[in-house]
């Protein structure tokens, strides 16, 4: 997940438009498939149907009584997911489960409108419209005219994945049985959490690594500053950052810091103890990788500036392949969805103070600014109350059967459920783990904490379904 601080229906759907073909990635193979929906669930003026795409796995399933493991897509096509969130795959086998990933709409190719949705019809782009999404194909999915079937459906997802499968167990638990809602941030928005906590997680991950690392990052503010306050400046900076663009003013350098603050936070997020490819192609533990050239934040700006560069090349060009420093995105191609999402519904107030408090520059939360280029960019004012209204905010007592987990090395756990809410909705706690890595594949590095997390996720899983069959 991205941190942003800037009629009638027709009688037929759902349809499904099964390819018969498989796909192998990562080591996983899933089948894709089609199902369509309609764009609007919640009036009766429009009869707009659409193309959900979602990808399913059958090798263990068992038909009649096995679990429906359903992934709730976010941010980004599905294939992503499926590909990163190895758990689900590992433990279908010993629960005959089917596996799930269902795309979110207007991410992949999940496009409403032909492809390519207008401004005006981007309004269909909410969570509640997604979930509705989800009931529908699972009611597909469930459906079988010729004998009864007893198939749970256990929702999963990381980040704003896990969000969804919180809120989907919340708003639906006719549909899902249970949910695992990992790195899951439901409290991160106005009067839940205070606007630095999300900064405050991303500079202790990297004290953790070194005191002078983020001493140094946090001096490294000024000093490019200092540095691009002159003409030469700004080429010595150009030259030995091997920027792509030069500086030609100070909103250049300003999007340079923004990039870099980028950068630190989603190292923070996919800090992981292996090498993986997530958000980039990184090391094993990537923030100690960038934080050994940072050792000394009194030395001169120049070899200052310098040690952050050879820092930031950790993320940038760890393969070596990159010609130049592009700072115009910090995250794969493709985010212009999500952009809108955190002027409508996703609206996370962020802070920096610095000093003590952060390595970051100060810079408070404005709403009213945030609001104003919403408005510019999209045409949409947003409010700041709308997730509560619609989800309960936290008061959430009502709901069960949802596992929350966290680490604590990644930044959203600041607008996580840290503490059990009730005797079925729990939170754990994982210290040695960055951005939803419980829900990756087993890996010989994972710390013992992560593999106790998913053992304990594993047994509340087969308790939601032996419920649900004395249930029904």
């Known amino acids: 997940m991205p941190n942003n601080m800037v009629g009638f229906r027709s009688c037929c759907w759902p349809l499904l438009l099964p390819l018969l073909v498989f796909h192998v990635a990562a080591g996983y193979e899933y089948t894709v498939n089609y199902v369509t929906v309609p764009v609007d669930h919640f009036s009766f003026y429009s009869d707009e149907l659409f193309e959900l795409k979602y990808l399913t796995n059958d090798t263990y399933w068992d038909v009649q009584n096995g679990p429906i493991f359903f992934y709730c897509g976010n941010e980004d096509r599905i294939e992503n997911f499926a590909e990163n969130t190895g758990f689900m795959w590992e433990i279908a086998e010993e629960f005959k489960a089917l596996i799930v990933f269902a795309e979110h709409r207007y991410y992949g190719e999940s496009i409403p409108f032909g492809g390519n949705p207008g401004l005006s019809e981007m309004g269909y782009l909410t969570s509640q419209q997604a979930l509705a999404d989800f009931v529908d194909l699972i009611k597909y999915l469930s459906a079988e005219p010729s004998g009864k079937r007893s198939n749970p459906v256990i929702a999963f997802g990381g980040s704003y994945g896990g969000m969804l499968a919180a809120w989907f167990r919340m708003k639906y638990p006719a549909v899902v049985q249970g949910a695992v809602a990992s790195s899951a941030p439901i409290w991160q928005f106005t009067g839940m959490t205070p606007c630095n906590d999300f900064y405050k997680v991303v500079t202790s991950v990297f004290r953790q690594a070194g005191a002078e690392c983020a001493l140094t990052i946090s001096k490294s503010w000024e000093v490019i500053d200092n540095v691009t306050s002159t003409g030469s400046g700004s080429d010595w900076l150009y030259k030995n950052w091997e920027l792509c663009k030069t500086l030609e003013d100070d909103d250049d350098v300003q999007d340079l810091k923004s990039w870099a603050a980028e950068v630190y936070v989603a190292l923070s997020m996919v800090n992981y103890p292996y090498e993986a490819n997530f958000l980039a192609p990184l090391p094993a533990n990537p923030i100690k990788e960038v934080c050994k050239s940072m050792t000394n934040h009194l030395e001169d700006n120049e070899t200052l500036l310098k040690s952050v560069f050879d820092g930031l090349s950790v993320y940038f060009n760890y393969t070596g392949a990159a010609r130049c420093l592009d700072i115009s995105s910090v995250?794969?191609?493709?985010?212009?969805?999500?952009?809108?999402?955190?002027?409508?519904?996703?609206?996370?107030?962020?802070?920096?103070?610095?000093?003590?408090?952060?390595?970051?520059?100060?810079?408070?939360?404005?709403?009213?600014?945030?609001?104003?280029?919403?408005?510019?960019?999209?045409?949409?004012?947003?409010?700041?109350?709308?997730?509560?209204?619609?989800?309960?905010?936290?008061?959430?007592?009502?709901?069960?059967?949802?596992?929350?987990?966290?680490?604590?090395?990644?930044?959203?756990?600041?607008?996580?459920?840290?503490?059990?809410?009730?005797?079925?909705?729990?939170?754990?706690?994982?210290?040695?783990?960055?951005?939803?890595?419980?829900?990756?594949?087993?890996?010989?590095?994972?710390?013992?904490?992560?593999?106790?997390?998913?053992?304990?996720?594993?047994?509340?899983?087969?308790?939601?379904?032996?419920?649900?069959?004395?249930?029904?």
């Open 331 to 472: 995250y794969p191609p493709g985010m212009d969805a999500w952009n809108y999402q955190a002027c409508t519904e996703m609206i996370m107030p962020f802070c920096t103070k610095g000093g003590d408090d952060d390595m970051f520059e100060p810079s408070p939360w404005d709403f009213d600014a945030y609001a104003e280029s919403c408005e510019l960019m999209y045409g949409v004012r947003p409010t700041t109350d709308l997730m509560e209204k619609v989800y309960g905010g936290k008061h959430i007592r009502a709901a069960s059967n949802i596992i929350f987990s966290n680490g604590m090395l990644d930044p959203w756990s600041s607008g996580g459920v840290l503490k059990s809410v009730s005797s079925t909705v729990r939170a754990f706690l994982i210290p040695d783990a960055a951005h939803h890595l419980d829900l990756r594949a087993s890996n010989p590095n994972d710390p013992k904490s992560v593999i106790q997390a998913r053992k304990h996720i594993k047994n509340w899983i087969r308790g939601w379904i032996l419920e649900y069959r004395y249930r029904n």
